[in-house]
């Protein structure tokens, strides 16, 4: 079955930086698109950034333009997220996602658990 | 382009008709999802480009709408269906999510 497996989350301080992992099986990796999502404490989902199967596109939230870098190695069945410049704003549980088995990987139909990323000082 | 939901918070007995709306800033064509979320849960989608039901979703989640208005229908609440609900669209980048709506019980 489809699982996706994120790590990598933890305390970081306002400016500092922190790579997220999240890790696929269940699936041809190398098939679909995939996106990362991220929901603050207590508040609504947003979408961060999507990734091409063949990362040949990738799109960002303009939130995180210019400081996230959305990255993929399908010889390892791995997502990537470097997040930069980080700010309090940032602060949430970041979802890996993707749209397998409906028609587009712009839709969130299998998540992972998450992972919490704090920044505070 | 922003996504509209309402009402934010929607409170209604068991067996009730819910329907709740999310209003796009311009046309999204038929590229509208909805989601559901309940707490400590991740999002599980419901509906997309409009009116599809994702795999294992109940006939009592309908979805109906184009362009910039849309709705979704629980025909009858069960109580597992009170939760919080978001709308998406895929019609452009960047994908945006609507501020999402809390269906209570009453």
């Known amino acids: 079955q489809v699982q996706l497996v994120e790590s990598g989350g933890g305390v970081v301080q306002p400016g500092g930086s922190l790579k997220l992992s999240c890790a696929a099986s269940?699936?041809?990796?190398?098939?679909?698109?995939m996106n990362w999502v991220r929901q603050a404490p207590g508040k609504g989902l947003e979408w961060v950034a999507f990734?091409?199967?063949?990362?040949?596109?990738?799109n960002y939230a303009d939130s995180v333009k210019g400081r996230f870098t959305i990255s993929r190695d399908n010889s390892k069945n791995m997502l990537y997220l470097q997040m930069n410049s980080l700010r309090g704003e940032d602060t949430a549980v970041y979802y890996c996602?993707?749209?397998?088995?409906?028609?587009?990987?712009?839709?969130?139909?299998?998540w992972g658990q998450g992972t919490l990323v704090t920044v505070s000082s | 382009i922003v996504l509209t939901q309402s009402p934010a918070t929607l409170s209604l007995s068991p067996g009730e008709r819910a329907t709740l709306s999310c209003r796009a800033s311009?046309?999204?064509?038929?590229?509208l999802a909805w989601y559901q979320q309940k707490p400590g849960q991740t999002p599980r989608l419901l509906i997309y480009?409009?009116?599809n039901r994702a795999t294992g979703i109940p006939a009592r989640f309908s979805g109906s709408g184009s362009g910039t208005d849309f709705t979704l229908t629980i025909s009858s609440l069960e109580p597992e269906d009170f939760a919080v609900y978001y709308c998406?669209?895929?019609?452009?980048?960047?994908?945006?999510f609507g501020g999402g709506t809390k269906v209570e019980i009453k």
């Open positions: 311009q046309s999204v064509l038929s590229y």
């Open positions: 998406q669209q895929r019609n452009s980048w960047p994908l945006t």
């Open positions: 269940g699936f041809t990796f190398s098939n679909f698109g």
């Open positions: 996602s993707s749209g397998i088995g409906v028609p587009s990987a712009s839709l969130f139909h299998y």
């Open positions: 990734i091409q199967s063949d990362a040949s596109d990738k």
């Open positions: 480009d409009t009116s």
